[in-house]
């Protein structure tokens, strides 16, 4: 056996390779006679042969031919053994989501070198080799796992180039803290926010969302960002908040939901405009309900319906006006304050104002009453009867004329005479005007 490395020149006696294809020597056969016998010779053949990987593990030999071989020829065999530098390539790829604590990873590096070559695996970052064998393998893979990873072999002949590949293990995502404070107090129209700080592989979407004191504990989306900010505070954040985030894995949607934050609002009374009718129309003679929601912390000491010069707290009533006491909503700290009006007129048509009054200061708020009164049967009658006037008046005048041949219906008619010269007209053939008649009687004079 002879070893060479990849790329190298050998020169030596050979004359035949090992699938018995000839080869050319480089150099022509020289035939000499030993130095301590001259009647002896010696024959020197060199092949120079360029030996690339593909090589290895193959055979030269070389073939004396000669009389005196009892087989006419004699030959020598010798095995290449090329050494070259390692190649490497990857198996095992994952190609989908490797989950934490539940997949395994195992990626092996394949090498091709001679002689044997020692492969190590190291990690981006790390002094360390991560492993010195050829596979790669985490069981179960987990979070710490995850990094670039190189795969790199060496031997006598070289160093192969280094292959690498990233190594990605998701998780659900986790909430790791929403702030210390699990209920949060605020003055009414201050500012206050909340932050959500979230982790997970892919990096997680955050959600807050509030849950209304209300019996039916409607949620409201308030912000898609970790942190939920709210320039201006008022009684309809009121409520219970939770941060959600959220990601995919394998096609599959993780979530986790954080503890509950209250915010709690404190401060004047303030009447929810949304919550209230602008304008409120009822028939003549109907009752009319004048309603609005009014909230505050602490609860108002003082609730008022106030309409010209006149002021009905709640609870009183004075003539066809009647305020209820103040009743709870369902929401927390909100109260409904209402104003009956009975056998409504056309004078209850105008503006009606709530005022609310807490120890943390007033609000006001205003609502339109209109009443629609019906039309009464005399107005009815005296409507009717004009109309009916009217649409005679108009048949008549259109009657009288057609009858004088006025308006677009008028005609015009030329004017005729008989001329006294009854044979002068008939030889003319016919009726002339006037003018020509009176020519006709001058002639015959």
């Excluded at 193959?58 to 009892?70: D, I, N, P, Q």
């Excluded at 609730?303 to 009743?327: F, H, N, P």
């Excluded at 006025?406 to 044979?423: E, L, S, W």
Aim: glycine letters at 6%; proline letters at 5%; a neutral charge.
């Amino acid at each position: 056996m002879i070893s060479v490395n990849n790329g190298t020149n050998v020169y030596d006696y050979y004359m035949r390779s090992a699938n018995q294809h000839e080869i050319t020597p480089t150099k022509q056969q020289t035939n000499t006679t030993e130095l301590d016998n001259p009647r002896t010779w010696l024959a020197l053949s060199v092949l120079e042969l360029t030996i690339s990987k593909e090589n290895h593990g193959r055979t030269l030999s070389c073939v004396a031919v000669h009389e005196s071989y009892s087989t006419k020829s004699s030959s020598i065999e010798v095995r290449l053994d090329v050494m070259y530098v390692p190649e490497t390539r990857l198996e095992g790829i994952p190609k989908t989501d490797i989950e934490d604590l539940k997949d395994a990873v195992a990626i092996k590096c394949v090498v091709h070198a001679n002689p044997k070559a020692a492969v190590v695996w190291r990690r981006e970052g790390q002094n360390q080799p991560v492993s010195l064998q050829e596979l790669l393998q985490f069981s179960p893979a987990i979070r710490q796992h995850s990094g670039l990873y190189t795969c790199q072999a060496r031997n006598k002949a070289g160093e192969s180039q280094p292959i690498r590949v990233q190594v990605d293990v998701k998780y659900p995502p986790k909430i790791i803290s929403i702030g210390r404070d699990r209920v949060k107090t605020v003055t009414l129209f201050s500012p206050t926010s909340f932050e959500c700080l979230g982790e997970g592989n892919p990096q997680p979407t955050y959600k807050w969302l509030q849950k209304l004191p209300t019996p039916s504990n409607k949620e409201e989306e308030r912000s898609r960002d970790s942190k939920l900010y709210i320039a201006n505070v008022t009684y309809d954040y009121q409520g219970e908040y939770r941060c959600i985030v959220t990601n995919i894995i394998k096609g599959v949607e993780r979530s986790e939901i954080s503890e509950p934050i209250i915010l709690q609002v404190h401060g004047a009374p303030q009447v929810l405009r949304h919550s209230a009718t602008p304008e409120v129309v009822v028939d003549k003679g109907d009752l009319a309900d004048l309603s609005m929601v009014v909230c505050a912390d602490p609860r108002p000491r003082f609730v008022a319906w106030e309409w010209g010069s006149q002021r009905l707290e709640a609870g009183s009533e004075m003539g066809r006006y009647k305020v209820d006491e103040v009743t709870q909503e369902d929401r927390e700290d909100c109260y409904l304050a209402t104003l009956h009006i009975k056998d409504a007129s056309a004078t209850d048509s105008r503006t009606y104002i709530l005022a609310v009054e807490n120890d943390r200061g007033t609000d006001r708020h205003a609502v339109q009453l209109y009443v629609k009164e019906p039309l009464q049967m005399s107005t009815l009658v005296s409507l009717t009867g004009g109309l009916l006037v009217t649409f005679l008046l108009l048949v008549c005048g259109c009657v009288y004329a057609v009858r004088t041949e006025k308006c677009c219906f008028a005609r015009r008619r030329p004017n005729y005479r008989v001329t006294g010269d009854i044979h002068n007209t008939q030889s003319r053939g016919g009726i002339e005007p006037t003018t020509q008649g009176v020519a006709g009687r001058r002639d015959a004079t």
